[in-house]
């Protein structure tokens, strides 16, 4: 069985929406822990966090969905073989 792991590695190399999807999740990420430094949040600057969190999220999501993808198909080709 391939872990997630393992599918995630071959879609940095062959997806390029994946590629994009982590290059900017790992941007957000960087973001916010450059915020997080700051002992206290301005509201704005809270708002800002909430909304980096957010995004960030979506990332997140959306790349498990190109491995839950990545799998069905694998599951298919193997399963019509």
């Given at each position: 069985?391939?872990?997630d792991?393992?599918?995630?590695?071959s879609l940095?190399t062959?997806?390029e929406?994946y590629?994009e999807?982590?290059?900017?999740?790992?941007r957000?990420?960087?973001?916010?822990q450059k915020?997080?430094?700051?002992?206290v949040l301005t509201?704005q600057?809270e708002?800002?966090?909430k909304h980096?969190?957010?995004e960030k999220?979506?990332?997140k999501?959306?790349?498990?969905?190109?491995?839950?993808d990545?799998r069905?198909s694998?599951?298919?080709?193997?399963?019509?073989?």
């Amino acid at each position: 069985m391939v872990t997630d792991e393992q599918i995630a590695e071959s879609l940095r190399t062959s997806n390029e929406e994946y590629q994009e999807l982590e290059e900017s999740h790992h941007r957000l990420d960087v973001e916010l822990q450059k915020l997080l430094k700051h002992h206290v949040l301005t509201p704005q600057e809270e708002m800002l966090k909430k909304h980096i969190q957010k995004e960030k999220l979506g990332k997140k999501d959306r790349m498990a969905a190109c491995v839950r993808d990545y799998r069905a198909s694998l599951e298919q080709t193997t399963a019509s073989t």
